[in-house]
């Protein structure tokens, strides 16, 4: 089946520790998208790629990297920097970056600070 | 600069009865406009879209919105509330103009909550 699978489901981060979220999707999608969520804030982008080895930062990117070496994969990594890090990671893609394009969603991480 | 409102944070209703979730924009240019629909700990699945077609647009399971230029809102409705119709749900803009930025990227309202009473 096609979709976005998003890996692990929930994931808890020590003090000072980076972790890698995951993001895979066999849609042949070209753009890619991480979004963070918290409770009554809807979503806000992190991050951005609208095509294998190009990525731009969207309005929180501080504290998170990621790279994007394959088409199918955009792995995020929360690092140490981001003190804020519990919220509800969700990757989407789309078949290019033009917002008329739908995206498509993963179940999503969430993440928790031990 | 584009942005969204959802006018009510949470809404109930009863099984059966109409819902309406309402959502107000602001765009610069001729926007496209979504509604996506979250259940708990899922991901986010898109009901509908508006693309400056039809001002009338049918979504999947019942839900329509119609998008009113002139009081640049974007409401979603439904005729009869079903129990599995309790979730999230998210109005998003975008003006699509090009590529790159945030400009060019979905800008997500805040979020309704509806609860379904049996």
């Known amino acids: 089946d096609g979709g976005i699978t998003q890996s692990p489901k929930y994931l808890f981060r020590k003090e000072g520790q980076n972790v890698t979220l995951s993001c895979e999707q066999n849609?042949?999608?070209?753009?890619m998208y991480w979004y963070r969520q918290d409770p009554g804030q809807g979503l806000r982008l992190i991050y951005y790629?609208?095509?294998?080895?190009?990525?731009q930062k969207g309005d929180i990117a501080e504290g998170y990297s990621v790279s994007r070496e394959k088409k199918e994969s955009f792995p995020l990594t929360v690092t140490s920097a981001q003190k804020n890090p519990t919220a509800f990671y969700l990757c989407?893609?789309?078949?290019?970056?033009?917002?008329?394009?739908?995206?498509?969603f993963g179940a999503g991480t969430r993440l928790s600070v031990l | 600069a584009q942005s969204v409102t959802q006018l009510d944070s949470h809404v109930s209703v009863s099984e059966g009865t109409p819902v309406l979730l309402r959502c107000n924009y602001s765009?610069?240019?001729?926007?496209?406009l979504f509604w996506y629909v979250q259940h708990p700990n899922k991901g986010l699945q898109l009901l509908l879209k508006y693309t400056s077609a039809a001002t009338l647009v049918k979504g999947i399971n019942g839900f329509e919105a119609e998008f009113k230029k002139s009081e640049t809102s974007f409401h979603l409705t439904k005729p009869s509330a079903h129990m599995s119709d309790a979730a999230e749900y998210f109005c998003?803009?975008?003006?699509?103009?090009?590529?790159?930025?945030?400009?060019?990227?979905?800008?997500f309202g805040k979020g309704t909550k509806l609860s379904v009473k049996p």
């Open positions: 765009s610069s240019y001729s926007p496209s």
């Open positions: 989407a893609s789309a078949r290019s970056d033009l917002a008329k394009n739908i995206q498509y």
């Open positions: 790629s609208q095509i294998v080895n190009d990525f």
């Open positions: 998003v803009v975008s003006d699509g103009r090009g590529y790159g930025g945030s400009q060019g990227n979905l800008i």
């Open positions: 849609l042949n999608h070209d753009a």
